[in-house]
């Protein structure tokens, strides 16, 4: 399995508060991605880095903000959750963009009341 | 997890039978194509990807198909076993140098005993 870490692995949390999750990766991937899943919807990308310092808007980035300081740390934070942003969170690495395969985490279940 | 698998399409097969799971996409400039599995409170798995440029490409009890002419792609499960009892979904990369991965719904597939 590829070496994907996320946390926290499951979270709730009041709505109008701040939330972040991490992904953490050990394999020197260049890219690195955040998607939320939701009943009804295929995996929807909110974010995705390229490099140190370098991200881009995904699908539904609004309310969305992320992070990458180091290689192997991917942060997406909340800044003000809101009830809608109820969702599973995955983080997915790939050595390239689009054509191959990505390796996702495990996941991090987030509820917001 | 568990919500991950409500309003999708199911497929219910007997053990030891095979099972054929289909996608449907729309980008006639799609390039590659991507099989995941994703089990109850897990990441997706992948499984078995393949290009435009091939019809067919067998794994290990699997077989993905690719019928561009129709957009359709199916993977093809022999012997199905209790343990192939997930989700699964498609994904396709929109073609060219850039471009991410675009995630279909998905399908559950039950295995009886």
């Known amino acids: 399995d590829a070496g994907i870490t996320q946390s926290p692995r499951h979270k709730v949390t009041e709505t109008g508060t701040p939330v972040t999750l991490r992904c953490h990766q050990t394999?020197?991937?260049?890219?690195m991605y955040w998607y939320r899943q939701d009943p009804g919807h295929g995996l929807r990308l909110i974010h995705y880095?390229?490099?140190?310092?370098?991200?881009d808007k995904g699908e539904v980035s609004d309310g969305y903000s992320v992070s990458r300081s180091k290689t192997e740390d991917f942060l997406l934070t909340l800044e003000s959750a809101t009830s809608s942003q109820t969702s599973v969170y995955f983080c997915?690495?790939?050595?390239?963009?689009?054509?191959?395969?990505?390796?996702f985490g495990d996941g991090t279940r987030l509820s917001i009341l | 997890g568990e919500s991950v698998g409500l309003h999708l399409p199911t497929l219910s097969v007997q053990e030891g039978d095979n099972s054929i799971i289909n996608c449907a996409y729309s980008?006639?400039?799609?390039?590659?194509f991507i099989w995941y599995k994703q089990e109850s409170g897990k990441g997706p798995q992948f499984i078995i990807d393949i290009r435009s440029n091939m019809d067919k490409r067998q794994g290990q009890r699997v077989t993905v198909l690719l019928n561009k002419t129709v957009k359709h792609l199916s993977l093809q499960i022999a012997a199905t076993q209790p343990g192939d009892s997930a989700v699964y979904f498609c994904a396709d990369h929109p073609g060219g140098s850039q471009g991410n991965l675009i995630f279909g719904k998905g399908t559950k597939l039950s295995v009886k005993p």
């Open positions: 980008n006639s400039a799609s390039d590659y």
């Open positions: 394999e020197n991937h260049r890219y």
């Open positions: 880095s390229y490099g140190v310092k370098d991200t």
């Open positions: 997915a690495i790939s050595e390239r963009q689009g054509d191959q395969p990505q390796h």
